[in-house]
């Protein structure tokens, strides 16, 4: 039983705290960020130094990946094979690595995102440039560590004689952190080290003069210096990287967009099904076919356009679209002085010379002392060549190895080091010849130690020693620049012509919210058969163009917006689709009442007039309609109801410069009339409910308004099938908010109720069409009746026993065709 006074009372938050902090420093300096020094995670070093622990180097033959993977779970990482041998996969594409660590036979993936085959099928080996990483491991220049199971000891960095971490960048996820640093030219970075090495204060500028930007494997174009520059100076900043295309003519007239390189780490094959579904799904007007012709030569994606095509504006249009274009983000963390760091790129630069001036001087305590031991062992083998015969008199004379190593010390003042290489002298080294020798190797070690030295004590020296080495990495090493740097991010611009064939269709849109888009040559074969069901009528038939947009209105305070090319295609004969099937909260009550075409939706201009029925009214700014990128899936909201049974009882688009000189003209169900100045309306808001209409009785509700002159005329029709029609001066003109004054007789029985009105021309009106609960439409030119006065009840026109109540009026030509 454990003693009381180990058991500890913690709370769940401290313990959760300390063990996910723990955690936390494990993952951030012991998987995911690279060190600042050698540019490598754990794993990685891990991956590199078991490898050539085990002499699986770029001068041997090719050993099993499965064997190395195991090495490196079995000594030094102890996790799932899988991530050990995506990591060393990974270190060998150069696709992702500018300069490979790794040389693999068989496949190790594509730039398609193909995976790798297992383990037990590819062959690695270091690569010639790993050397470099490794080179002087040997002489005790890095700390080693013990493994996870104290067996055997690890690097804690790698000596890395090359900038690792810029040349090939790293990306990462930890907690808390994460790190995207681009791959660079390995000539441009150590022309900025040479540069550093000798100037401590460079400047950025400096600097840039020689690391121009990132270097992708996979070429391409970077846009954006200002974005390098803000990377460089803080660790943080943005690029542009496009494709290299170009613009291949072919024959017939046609032309073809010719991608030769991609954006750094982009997926090839999803980029080529992407445009593929672009030109499946018509979004830009002209692509004919895409395909890959990628092959041992090189990265190669044909896209052939038709004839006609707008060949720079679907180019931009891609490049906007797909990832034939994308940004870069960088993120420059790495592990600096044991704890992450957001690092520039000086800083960066001045840890690797850092890290190399500890190497070289490590490196040369270590070659000094080994050189001083072996100056001082040829010393005793060159004395004891001098005095041979005594030497070996003297041993001769020892009982055993021992007795003769101590009787050389004794006589001769070796010490034991000289005395045992001076007793196992092989007799063939016994000559003149050999002596010769080791005085040229005595010179030598002479020549070396004199260097050592100076390195270790004059610092000039030494970074002259670091100068050469990093010089000769670069003329080994270096290759040219892949990827193209351009000052400026260009602005894609592309006309809507290349996104949508332009094209005159004809469009209904019905009361009960159908709405088709079909050919002029459907339209014209169907004669009068529209498709709509009986109790349906259309709100709007047209001949507009593809590169048009509509504005849907509802009685609802809706308004449903479309690209004319995005409407739906049908025969002219059916019936279309419903709004429900796309605009979600569509109400099943909810119907269309005005319909708007517009060529150009960034110039949506002048106020609209709406009101509802419950006694509310506002104006509002047709350009708070641009649609957001919801459009497809909901609509917007012009006028708010206040309750849900109130509906929209007029909505009309002003005309410019002619409000001063108009009315508003309410009319209510109870046949009150009211008529205010429509300066009177203030302009509102499109999700705003407005200002208070007319003063409504209980029972009452607005059944139309509109904005008029002093020389039109208001047409009403009632429920009992009376037709009258009347100046709008016969309303005096007063306040909104207002009761109002009867427009109709009142009767002590009966009385008349107002159920559509319609604003008219007094001298020259058109004809009306009244429609009843029956379906029966009834045609009334105002010219044959009176113009009457306010309070006269007309003359009745419609028997409702037979044909129904009246419930719409409008003008005759309302479904005119529109060009």
Request: aromatic share 6%; hydrophobic share 40%.
């Given at each position: 039983m454990a003693e009381s006074g180990n058991i500890q009372e913690l709370s769940l938050e401290a313990v959760m705290g300390d063990r996910f902090g723990r955690y936390s420093k494990y993952i951030i300096q012991e998987r995911a960020l690279p060190d600042i020094r050698d540019g490598l995670k754990p794993v990685q070093r891990r991956i590199l130094y078991a490898m050539n622990k085990d002499g699986n180097t770029y001068d041997k033959q090719f050993r099993k990946s499965a064997k190395s993977v195991g090495n490196v779970m079995g000594n030094f990482h102890p996790h799932g094979d899988s991530s050990i041998y995506e990591a060393l996969v990974r270190m060998s594409q150069d696709w992702k690595l500018r300069a490979p660590l790794i040389e693999m036979h068989g496949n190790n993936g594509s730039i398609d995102n193909d995976p790798?085959?297992?383990?037990?099928?590819?062959?690695?080996?270091?690569?010639?440039?790993?050397?470099?990483?490794?080179?002087?491991?040997?002489?005790?220049?890095?700390?080693?560590?013990?493994?996870?199971?104290?067996?055997?000891?690890?690097?804690?960095?790698?000596?890395?004689?090359?900038?690792?971490?810029?040349?090939?960048?790293?990306?990462?996820?930890?907690?808390?952190?994460?790190?995207?640093?681009?791959?660079?030219?390995?000539?441009?970075?150590?022309?900025?080290?040479?540069?550093?090495?000798?100037?401590?204060?460079?400047?950025?500028?400096?600097?840039?003069?020689?690391?121009?930007?990132?270097?992708?494997?996979?070429?391409?174009?970077?846009?954006?210096?200002?974005?390098?520059?803000?990377?460089?100076?803080?660790?943080?900043?943005?690029?542009?990287?496009r494709s290299k295309t170009e613009i291949v003519k072919l024959k017939g007239g046609k032309s073809q967009i010719q991608v030769s390189e991609i954006p750094y780490e982009v997926n090839k094959a999803n980029l080529v099904k992407k445009i593929d579904e672009i030109r499946l799904n018509k979004d830009v007007a002209g692509i004919v076919?895409?395909?890959?012709?990628?092959?041992?030569?090189?990265?190669?994606?044909?896209?052939?356009?038709?004839?006609?095509?707008?060949?720079?504006?679907?180019?931009?249009?891609?490049?906007?679209?797909?990832?034939?274009?994308?940004?870069?983000n960088f993120n420059m963390v790495a592990i600096h002085n044991l704890r992450p760091e957001r690092v520039g790129l000086k800083t960066a630069l001045e840890a690797f010379l850092e890290h190399q001036v500890d190497i070289i001087t490590k490196r040369t305590k270590y070659d000094l002392r080994k050189a001083q031991e072996r100056q001082h062992i040829v010393t005793g083998l060159i004395k004891a060549l001098s005095i041979l015969d005594e030497v070996i008199t003297t041993i001769r004379g020892s009982k055993d190895r021992k007795d003769a190593k101590q009787n050389l010390v004794d006589q001769f003042d070796f010490t034991l080091e000289q005395a045992e290489a001076i007793v196992t002298l092989q007799l063939y080294r016994l000559t003149n010849t050999d002596v010769t020798q080791l005085q040229a190797e005595f010179e030598e070690l002479s020549k070396k130690i004199e260097h050592f030295n100076e390195i270790l004590s004059e610092p000039k020296v030494l970074r002259q020693e670091l100068r050469q080495e990093l010089k000769l990495i670069k003329k080994n090493y270096g290759t040219p620049r892949l990827t193209e740097i351009q000052t400026d991010v260009q602005e894609l611009k592309f006309d809507a012509t290349v996104t949508v064939a332009d094209e005159d269709v004809a469009v209904l849109v019905s009361r009960m919210g159908y709405v088709k888009r079909s050919s002029l040559r459907s339209h014209k074969a169907s004669g009068d058969d529209n498709g709509l069901r009986e109790d349906d009528s259309a709100v709007f038939i047209g001949h507009v163009n593809t590169l048009q947009h509509i504005f849907m209105f509802t009685n609802k305070g809706h308004v449903i917006y479309r690209p004319i090319h995005e409407l739906p295609e049908f025969k002219w004969k059916e019936a279309g689709e419903h709004l429900s099937q796309s605009i979600t909260g569509f109400l099943p009550d909810e119907e269309v009442i005005h319909v708007e075409v517009v060529s150009d939706i960034d110039k949506l201009v002048g106020t609209w007039l709406t009101a509802t029925s419950d006694g509310y009214i506002k104006q509002f700014k047709f350009a708070d309609l641009v649609p957001r990128s919801t459009y497809k899936k909901r609509s917007m909201i012009f006028m708010k109801l206040k309750v849900s049974s109130a509906t929209i009882v007029g909505l009309e688009k002003l005309q410019l410069g002619d409000n001063a000189n108009r009315t508003v003209v309410l009319a209510s169900r109870k046949a009150m009339g009211l008529r205010y100045d429509l300066t009177e309306v203030?302009?509102?808001?499109?999700?705003?409910?407005?200002?208070?209409?007319?003063?409504?009785?209980?029972?009452?509700?607005?059944?139309?308004?509109?904005?008029?002159?002093?020389?039109?005329?208001?047409?009403?029709?009632?429920?009992?099938?009376?037709?009258?029609?009347?100046?709008?001066?016969?309303?005096?003109?007063?306040s909104r908010a207002r009761k109002g004054v009867l427009i109709m007789r009142e009767l002590k029985k009966d009385s008349h109720e107002i159920v559509a009105t319609q604003i008219i021309d007094q001298h020259s009106p058109k004809p009306l069409s009244i429609y009843t609960t029956r379906g029966k439409q009834f045609d009334v030119m105002p010219t044959d009746h009176n113009l009457s006065q306010r309070y006269s009840n007309g003359s009745f026109i419609i028997d409702v026993s037979t044909a129904g109540q009246p419930v719409a009026m409008q003008i005759y030509d309302v479904t005119k065709v529109v060009n």
């Amino acid at each position: 039983m454990a003693e009381s006074g180990n058991i500890q009372e913690l709370s769940l938050e401290a313990v959760m705290g300390d063990r996910f902090g723990r955690y936390s420093k494990y993952i951030i300096q012991e998987r995911a960020l690279p060190d600042i020094r050698d540019g490598l995670k754990p794993v990685q070093r891990r991956i590199l130094y078991a490898m050539n622990k085990d002499g699986n180097t770029y001068d041997k033959q090719f050993r099993k990946s499965a064997k190395s993977v195991g090495n490196v779970m079995g000594n030094f990482h102890p996790h799932g094979d899988s991530s050990i041998y995506e990591a060393l996969v990974r270190m060998s594409q150069d696709w992702k690595l500018r300069a490979p660590l790794i040389e693999m036979h068989g496949n190790n993936g594509s730039i398609d995102n193909d995976p790798a085959a297992a383990m037990r099928y590819t062959e690695a080996r270091l690569s010639k440039l790993a050397g470099e990483m490794l080179r002087d491991l040997d002489k005790e220049t890095v700390d080693m560590v013990l493994n996870f199971d104290d067996t055997e000891y690890e690097p804690t960095v790698l000596p890395a004689h090359f900038p690792n971490l810029l040349v090939n960048g790293a990306t990462g996820i930890s907690a808390g952190y994460a790190t995207d640093i681009p791959p660079h030219n390995l000539g441009e970075v150590i022309d900025a080290l040479i540069y550093l090495l000798s100037h401590p204060k460079a400047s950025l500028e400096d600097l840039m003069g020689f690391v121009k930007g990132p270097d992708f494997p996979t070429g391409g174009i970077i846009q954006g210096v200002d974005g390098i520059k803000a990377a460089y100076k803080n660790g943080r900043g943005r690029i542009v990287v496009r494709s290299k295309t170009e613009i291949v003519k072919l024959k017939g007239g046609k032309s073809q967009i010719q991608v030769s390189e991609i954006p750094y780490e982009v997926n090839k094959a999803n980029l080529v099904k992407k445009i593929d579904e672009i030109r499946l799904n018509k979004d830009v007007a002209g692509i004919v076919e895409v395909r890959d012709e990628s092959d041992r030569d090189g990265l190669s994606i044909a896209i052939e356009l038709s004839k006609d095509a707008n060949v720079n504006g679907i180019l931009a249009y891609l490049l906007k679209k797909t990832d034939l274009q994308v940004t870069y983000n960088f993120n420059m963390v790495a592990i600096h002085n044991l704890r992450p760091e957001r690092v520039g790129l000086k800083t960066a630069l001045e840890a690797f010379l850092e890290h190399q001036v500890d190497i070289i001087t490590k490196r040369t305590k270590y070659d000094l002392r080994k050189a001083q031991e072996r100056q001082h062992i040829v010393t005793g083998l060159i004395k004891a060549l001098s005095i041979l015969d005594e030497v070996i008199t003297t041993i001769r004379g020892s009982k055993d190895r021992k007795d003769a190593k101590q009787n050389l010390v004794d006589q001769f003042d070796f010490t034991l080091e000289q005395a045992e290489a001076i007793v196992t002298l092989q007799l063939y080294r016994l000559t003149n010849t050999d002596v010769t020798q080791l005085q040229a190797e005595f010179e030598e070690l002479s020549k070396k130690i004199e260097h050592f030295n100076e390195i270790l004590s004059e610092p000039k020296v030494l970074r002259q020693e670091l100068r050469q080495e990093l010089k000769l990495i670069k003329k080994n090493y270096g290759t040219p620049r892949l990827t193209e740097i351009q000052t400026d991010v260009q602005e894609l611009k592309f006309d809507a012509t290349v996104t949508v064939a332009d094209e005159d269709v004809a469009v209904l849109v019905s009361r009960m919210g159908y709405v088709k888009r079909s050919s002029l040559r459907s339209h014209k074969a169907s004669g009068d058969d529209n498709g709509l069901r009986e109790d349906d009528s259309a709100v709007f038939i047209g001949h507009v163009n593809t590169l048009q947009h509509i504005f849907m209105f509802t009685n609802k305070g809706h308004v449903i917006y479309r690209p004319i090319h995005e409407l739906p295609e049908f025969k002219w004969k059916e019936a279309g689709e419903h709004l429900s099937q796309s605009i979600t909260g569509f109400l099943p009550d909810e119907e269309v009442i005005h319909v708007e075409v517009v060529s150009d939706i960034d110039k949506l201009v002048g106020t609209w007039l709406t009101a509802t029925s419950d006694g509310y009214i506002k104006q509002f700014k047709f350009a708070d309609l641009v649609p957001r990128s919801t459009y497809k899936k909901r609509s917007m909201i012009f006028m708010k109801l206040k309750v849900s049974s109130a509906t929209i009882v007029g909505l009309e688009k002003l005309q410019l410069g002619d409000n001063a000189n108009r009315t508003v003209v309410l009319a209510s169900r109870k046949a009150m009339g009211l008529r205010y100045d429509l300066t009177e309306v203030p302009v509102s808001g499109n999700r705003t409910a407005g200002v208070k209409s007319m003063n409504l009785a209980a029972d009452d509700e607005i059944i139309s308004m509109a904005s008029a002159s002093d020389t039109q005329a208001l047409a009403i029709v009632t429920q009992r099938g009376a037709f009258k029609w009347m100046a709008v001066t016969e309303i005096p003109v007063t306040s909104r908010a207002r009761k109002g004054v009867l427009i109709m007789r009142e009767l002590k029985k009966d009385s008349h109720e107002i159920v559509a009105t319609q604003i008219i021309d007094q001298h020259s009106p058109k004809p009306l069409s009244i429609y009843t609960t029956r379906g029966k439409q009834f045609d009334v030119m105002p010219t044959d009746h009176n113009l009457s006065q306010r309070y006269s009840n007309g003359s009745f026109i419609i028997d409702v026993s037979t044909a129904g109540q009246p419930v719409a009026m409008q003008i005759y030509d309302v479904t005119k065709v529109v060009n």
